[in-house]
């Protein structure tokens, strides 16, 4: 916060003073003339473009529409923080694979040097992961809320992936409470739409924030809300590519606070609109694996 501004004198003495320190401390006189050096132009701002409200919808429409199937060649890096000790880790980084099939269909494979490392495939409602490593399959429900526990250091599930990665379509939305603002940050403008419900009670309450750059008017950043105004995601996108005329950013930055993780997946491929198999997304449990059922029991059962 500001201090009460110095009165004019004071203020008119400590600017000559130190003025005169300056002058004299360069060795200039009276006689020579200051040069000033030209702010550099190899990066000069980008004039911002308009849009209404309706166009703005209509774009966030667009871009979810526009897209109906993924198949990403990634790399991942994941960091997670222990809700119990708060201590943070950061896993090294790995490669793989995203195949993803709207409405909710999708599967997550990381691998480290070429072997398997962790599977996971989610239906929007239920999830499953492999970990070979552990030997262990674990299987739960999409929204249920796990508890910290040793067996599942890091609360990350394919569905969180899927929402990050797939822009929710605004098909439906009551345009009346969707609003429109500007906003200015780091000297860039954006636009935000903020997408609103309603919820118990009859009171109105946020489900989300679109964040467009009014430089191309891309979307670039999302924001998802419970209904009790907690922030679920935070999701950055940037390095947009142009694939078979689609528009698709090769860099997704999301972070869950509420799981205590932030994961960014940089595509080094990518393919869209493919006809993607059912038998895809499915996942089988190897014989040998312990089942950790985290709809049912708070400990490993053992495999059947």
């Keep these: 916060m500001l201090g009460n501004p110095l009165p004019l004198s004071r203020l008119s003495l400590i600017v000559l003073a130190t003025a005169s320190i300056s002058f004299f401390s360069s060795g200039c006189s009276p006689a020579r003339r200051s040069q000033t050096a030209p702010i550099p132009t190899d990066h000069p701002p980008q004039p911002a473009l308009t849009a209404t409200r309706t166009e703005l919808i209509g774009k966030a429409r667009q871009a979810s529409k526009s897209i109906h199937s993924l198949k990403l060649k990634v790399s991942y890096q994941l960091t997670g923080r222990n809700l119990e000790t708060g201590e943070t880790k950061e896993w090294r980084e790995s490669d793989g694979f995203i195949l993803l099939r709207k409405p909710a269909d999708i599967r997550v494979r990381v691998q480290v040097f070429q072997v398997t490392a962790i599977d996971m495939v989610s239906n929007g409602t239920k999830f499953s992961i492999d970990v070979p490593r552990k030997n262990t399959f674990i299987r739960g429900l999409n929204h249920q809320v796990i508890p910290p526990r040793k067996d599942v250091p890091v609360n990350v599930r394919p569905q969180h992936i899927f929402e990050a990665l797939a822009l929710e379509a605004l098909e439906g939305a009551d345009p009346s409470l969707i609003s429109l603002e500007e906003h200015q940050q780091d000297?860039?403008?954006?636009?935000?739409?903020?997408?609103?419900?309603?919820?118990?009670?009859?009171?109105?309450?946020?489900?989300?924030?679109?964040?467009?750059?009014?430089?191309?008017?891309?979307?670039?950043?999302?924001?998802?809300?419970?209904?009790?105004?907690?922030?679920?995601?935070?999701?950055?996108?940037?390095?947009?590519?142009?694939?078979?005329?689609?528009?698709?950013p090769a860099l997704v930055r999301f972070e869950r606070p509420q799981e205590a993780y932030r994961m960014a997946i940089r595509a080094q491929k990518i393919e869209v609109n493919l006809n993607l198999a059912a038998t895809a997304f499915v996942l089988k449990k190897s014989p040998r694996r312990q089942v950790v059922d985290l709809t049912r029991d708070p400990l490993p059962e053992a495999a059947n």
């Design 187 to 248: 000297g860039r403008k954006f636009y935000i739409l903020s997408c609103n419900r309603w919820a118990s009670g009859g009171s109105l309450s946020l489900k989300r924030k679109i964040w467009f750059d009014r430089v191309d008017l891309n979307i670039v950043r999302l924001q998802a809300y419970a209904p009790a105004g907690r922030l679920e995601s935070e999701i950055h996108y940037s390095d947009f590519r142009t694939v078979d005329g689609q528009l698709y």
